[in-house]
């Protein structure tokens, strides 16, 4: 990998800690929950929260979401990321949201505390080249077509515009198996310790597509030496007007963030 240079671990790097607000990334662990998409205030604001009575760090919700079908929600917009910022006046919690035009990077940094960059848009080279002259954190999702190297290259493309803060979240792969949404590439967590100083974080809910699999899979991204979570959570699963089949309920979010408490106090100590 010849040409990671700023993203790559050098012997003198120490690991990257991101600040976002009072909340760190990159040392400790950190949980990243809310609904796929922003649906409406009260949703929103109750699902915040629960996440936070939880123990959530971080909120996300998305406001502009890139959908497979052009007839599906497309997400609230600018009436969305009002949403969060309301929900972060109630509760505290920074806000995760995504970001799908280059166009609108400067106007959305005004909302967000950190801009996603989804799996959809991971090579959005114009995308990635704005981000990285925000003065906010970047989740960037790893393309689920892409290797671990292509990945890194467009955390490069965040990093060389200036923008130092970027998180990676590993959120599953395609592969010939259809029984779940991705295939989680577990190994690319312990792959990337390897290669960067960025914190790396794991989605279970795309990775996995069902929600009764996401516990089992957030303790393995524990396992597996993560910096964090990012979980989709809604007040009323059934009901939610997108990936309504991998959100967890508040109760079973807060269940979840027990054992994982447990694991990762016991994973820090050995
Ligand atoms: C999301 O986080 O809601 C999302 C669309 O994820 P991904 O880009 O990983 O599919
Ligand atoms: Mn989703």
Redesign the pocket.
Known sequence: MRDIKLAAIKEETTKTVIYVDEVAVGTGFCVIAGP?SVENEKQTIETAIAVKEAGADML?G?AF??RTSPYAFQGLGLRGLKILKKAKEETGLPIVT?VIDPRDVPWVSEYADVL?I???NMQNFSLLKEAGRAKKPVLL?RGMNSTVEEWLYCAEYILNEGNPDVILCE?GIRTFETYTRNTLDISSVPSLKGLTHLPVIV?PS?ASGRANLVPSLSMAAVAAGADGL?VEVHINPEEAMS?NNQMLDVMEFSQMMKKIRMLYGFIKEI
Do not use: I
Request: aromatic share 0%; net charge positive.
């Open positions: 796929c996300r998305g979401k890139p995504e996603q989804g799996a959809r999702k959120r989605d795309h990012l990936d």
